[in-house]
Nanobody
Framework: QVQLVESGGGLVQAGGSLRLSCAAS????????MGWYRQAPGKQRELVAV???????KYADSVKGRFTISRDNAKNTVYLQMNSLKAEDTDVYYC??????????????WGQGTQVTVSS
């Protein structure tokens, strides 16, 4: 099992920035990728960004150029730097961990989610 602990959500004005963090513990050897999904009430959960241990990344088109995913392998922690936030970025953001082969990401473990609210 892999446990994920998220932090960094909150309320920010449009155009502002937030950084989310997610620390993984447990059976880290069983995963090679970590990422973030987001979900609004009544909508399907969507991939925001994913990063492999080697540093390969993938982003949703809606966040390219605004969000940056990074990781500290020594700390088993992944970060999501969110800049130029828009009202439509308001969602619950879920950290996840799983297998990423450079094209497809298969999340297996999930955090509890952190709310990001962007006021317009």
């Amino acid at each position: 099992q892999v446990q994920l602990v998220e932090s960094g959500g909150g309320l920010v004005q449009a155009g502002g920035s937030l950084r989310l963090s997610c620390a993984a513990s447990g059976s880290i050897f069983s995963i090679n990728g970590m990422g973030w999904y987001r979900q609004a009430p009544g909508k399907q959960r969507e991939l925001v960004a994913v990063i492999s241990y080697g540093g390969s990344t993938k982003y949703a088109d809606s966040v390219k150029g605004r969000f940056t995913i990074s990781r500290d392998n020594a700390k088993n922690t992944v970060y999501l730097q969110m800049n130029s936030l828009k009202a439509e970025d308001t969602d619950v953001y879920y950290c996840n961990a799983g297998y990423y082969n450079g094209n497809y990401y298969y999340p297996r473990y999930w955090g509890q989610g952190t709310q990001v609210t962007v006021s317009s």
